[in-house]
């Protein structure tokens, strides 16, 4: 198997950050008619597009050598990013086409953005700045406690 970099895995990130921004931008275009609806996927729209920027920065400090515990953590992460989820007929873009409703909207976006939390999570642990990933990870999951909410709303 081909080894892994982690410049590979950070620029997964920027492109995991970009595929957020454009399905939250599809779906503030998708629902525009709804007020509550649009400005929540635009204000995440615009929250992913700070995370590429903060990837992007992060790729500009790091160096090519190896972290601590790569071997471990590169297997993990190949596995995501080959995973069903990012590129199999499941994955993000082509799922993207088929959402039709909100609740469809959120239900896929609790899913991106729980498998992006957990990629970051082993992100945060393979590299020295710590804190710049951290920050991110911290949004993500404020993502998923809004997204959790407003699904929840629909219920009542």
């Not at 503030?28 to 597009?49: P, Q």
């Not at 992007?56 to 400090?61: G, P, Q, S, T, Y």
Request: charged letters at 35%; glycine letters at 4%.
């Amino acid at each position: 198997m081909e080894k892994f970099s982690i410049r590979e895995v950070i620029e997964e990130a920027v492109q995991t950050e970009k595929l957020g921004y454009q399905f939250y931008t599809e779906m503030a275009e998708r629902f525009k008619k709804d007020n509550g609806l649009n400005k929540l996927f635009s204000t995440l729209a615009t929250k992913e597009l700070r995370h590429e920027k903060s990837f992007r920065e992060l790729l500009d400090i790091i160096k090519d050598q190896e972290p601590t515990n790569w071997e471990e953590a590169e297997q993990y992460l190949r596995a995501i990013v080959e995973s069903e989820f990012f590129l199999g007929r499941l994955g993000s873009l082509p799922s993207m086409e088929n959402v039709k409703t909100v609740k469809e909207a959120v239900n896929f976006a609790l899913g991106f953005e729980k498998e992006t939390l957990l990629y970051f999570y082993w992100i945060r642990d393979a590299v020295k700045e710590k804190e710049v990933v951290g920050e991110i990870i911290n949004e993500e999951r404020s993502h998923i406690m809004w997204l959790n909410n407003f699904r929840d709303s629909f219920k009542k």
